[in-house]
Nanobody, 119 residues
Framework: QVQLAESGGGLVQAGGSLRLSCAAR????????MGWYRQAPGKQRELVAA???????DYADSVKGRFTISRDNAKNTVYLQMNSLKPEDTAVYYC?????????????WGQGTQVTVSS
């Protein structure tokens, strides 16, 4: 059963923008803080933006001022608007809850969506 489905990635030039979307199963989305994570080749996955069920947001310093996370509770969807993209933003982007193990009982991740920023 698909729990999470990310979309919206692609190839963009430095300075450009992309908007990522993540559709989550309702029982996961409705009670959880959600986050966008990314994993670049050879690096660990990192949390770059988070949003609580009430809409409070937080960002990693590396994306603060450039990325905006939002959620549509009626659609069980979380978004990541990415502006002023840099080559170092290149990664596979995933959405998930903030506490993955507590949510699913194991380390579950969706397929992610590739973002590539060319210089």
């Amino acid at each position: 059963q698909v729990q999470l489905a990310e979309s919206g990635g692609g190839l963009v030039q430095a300075g450009g923008s992309l908007r990522l979307s993540c559709a989550a199963r309702g029982s996961i989305f409705s009670i959880n803080a959600m986050g966008w994570y990314r994993q670049a080749p050879g690096k660990q996955r990192e949390l770059v933006a988070a949003i609580t069920s009430g809409g409070t947001t937080d960002y990693a310093d590396s994306v603060k001022g450039r990325f905006t996370i939002s959620r549509d509770n009626a659609k069980n969807t979380v978004y990541l608007q990415m502006n002023s993209l840099k080559p170092e933003d290149t990664a596979v982007y995933y959405c998930n809850t903030i506490d993955v193990i507590a949510t699913y009982g194991y380390d579950y991740w969706g397929q992610g969506t590739q973002v590539t920023v060319s210089s």
